[in-house]
């Protein structure tokens, strides 16, 4: 199973894929939301804690996050390269490798176009997955992408 995960600090989207039984999709969506954050200097703590029960849950075998490409302030872009270090330190505590997966190349995968539109990248996901709605909140849609971004990229490399 794939996990793919948005970080941030106050919302961290997660993902969880497995191979599609059906022949019309190739992955199936398994569980999707949002990791528990708290406020102040516990959110590194929770969004570990919360990063790991989903790989206990569902003995996940492969992770994927998405990077930041660039940051418009600096101050923010410090903290949610901490959420994503935190994030990979859990991962590899469970022998786990964790791919990082920049905007770019998760629109390139999904929608062949690499300044497609945030809607264009989320109705790709619903359709790929075979779903009737959109994915919500942007965050959890984004871990979705991220997660199928990486089994494309494994299944094809």
Avoid: W
């Avoid at 919302?11 to 999709?25: I, Q, W």
């Avoid at 999707?32 to 102040?40: A, H």
């Avoid at 492969?62 to 903290?79: D, I, T």
């Amino acid at each position: 199973m794939i996990l793919g995960i948005d970080p941030g600090l106050a919302n961290t989207g997660y993902a969880v894929l497995a191979d599609s039984k059906s022949s019309e999709t190739r992955f199936q969506l398994v569980e999707c939301g949002m990791v528990e954050v708290g406020k102040g200097q516990g959110r590194l703590k929770d969004i570990y804690e919360g990063v790991n029960k989903i790989i206990e849950k569902y003995e996940i075998g492969e992770m994927a996050v998405e990077s930041m490409f660039f940051a418009k302030n600096a101050k923010s872009a410090l903290k949610v390269a901490e959420a994503i270090g935190v994030i990979k330190v859990c991962g590899l505590k469970k022998g786990i490798e964790v791919k990082e997966y920049t905007p770019l190349q998760v629109k390139l995968a999904l929608v062949g176009y690499g300044r497609a539109e945030k809607s264009q990248v989320e109705e790709m996901v619903r359709q790929e997955l075979g779903l009737v709605e959109l994915i919500h909140p942007s965050h959890v849609a984004d871990a979705v992408a991220v997660a199928l971004t990486h089994g494309f990229t494994m299944k094809y490399e």
